[in-house]
């Protein structure tokens, strides 16, 4: 079969190792490598193993796509990679791999925001869902961001985490309860809405930025308290009534921009909007709600060239 556009993504901005092949926007392939227990035992992603991890593997993953893509290296038009952000080794890891494969094949090479991959992550299989302007949440591990979007090119960013972003408060916060790495997926998998009565701090005004260390530091604190005086902890009150608490922060400025700006429409990317609660409680803000599938959620190497396929068709359309 005979493609107008293929594009090869590459993802390596922290421990999965994923590559896709996008032919005229459909995806051919998608696969994702990671080795999840050699970080699991240390309870946390560690970055000299995970770029590691990267070079072993990214050559098998490409030929693996490129095999159940059923084309060859030749046919690829594009070539798109993260560029930031991420942890530094990972990221250029992968930026190597792209650029030697984009000197060999004698093709362009595309740098892509990770983050905004992910806030496109919702249109996928979908383009045409795209409609402007949107909000777009934007919730990993590292970042925790609001976007404004009026088209693919410009857009700016309304609020943002200015210390931990939710995903790095869930997992250490399950951490401190000695819950299963990672944490975020712990709290949510034994949530329990009626245990959410646990005392907990003030949540911040509206248009102030997303932060999320004063909760972990003060769970942190009652948890010490409470083994200091052997008092017994109750896991799933205290965890459940973090995570509620976590989202509750998060709808709270999302209600507040969406009405200041008037939108009607809102986009969630990113690995927390896996998250079965968060997806739950957006669910019932009252305009259209654009959710990305849970297979997208997490890094891959598909949003990469989505973003880059939506890219080359502005580029296109404009001249």
């Not at 590691?52 to 490409?62: E, K, P, T």
């Amino acid at each position: 079969m005979a493609y107008k556009k293929i594009i090869i993504g590459i993802e390596t901005s922290c421990d999965d190792t994923s590559i896709a092949i996008i032919a005229d926007g459909k995806i051919l392939s998608n696969k994702t490598f990671t080795k999840f227990k050699d970080h699991q035992k240390f309870g946390g992603i560690i970055p000299e193993l995970a770029a590691r991890n990267h070079a072993n593997h990214l050559l098998n993953v490409f030929n693996d796509v490129l095999k159940e893509a059923k084309i060859t290296s030749k046919q690829i038009d594009y070539i798109a990679y993260t560029a930031y952000p991420g942890l530094i080794g990972c990221l250029h890891t992968g930026k190597v791999f792209a650029k030697t494969l984009a000197l060999v094949l004698n093709k362009p090479l595309i740098k892509i925001n990770h983050m905004l991959a992910h806030a496109f992550s919702f249109s996928i299989e979908k383009s045409d869902s795209i409609k402007y302007p949107f909000l777009c949440l934007d919730v990993s591990g590292g970042h925790t961001i609001i976007y404004l979007f009026k088209d693919l090119n410009k857009y700016r960013i309304i609020n943002q985490s200015n210390d931990d972003a939710v995903g790095e408060c869930l997992d250490k916060i399950g951490r401190i309860l000695k819950l299963p790495y990672p944490g975020g997926i712990s709290l949510d998998n034994q949530f329990d809405p009626k245990q959410t009565s646990f005392p907990l701090i003030k949540h911040s005004l509206p248009q102030k930025p997303f932060s999320f260390s004063g909760i972990k530091t003060f769970i942190t604190n009652k948890l010490h308290q409470a083994e200091q005086k052997n008092e017994p902890i109750n896991k799933v009150l205290i965890g459940s009534s973090a995570l509620k608490w976590c989202f509750d922060e998060i709808m709270i400025k999302l209600n507040y921009y969406i009405s200041r700006y008037n939108v009607q429409y809102l986009a969630i990317g990113g690995g927390v909007a896996a998250n079965s609660l968060l997806r739950n409680e957006i669910k019932k803000i009252p305009i259209n709600v654009e959710l990305v599938d849970k297979k997208y959620c997490g890094d891959n190497a598909a949003m990469i060239a989505h973003l880059t396929y939506l890219t080359i068709l502005k580029k296109e359309n404009s001249i």
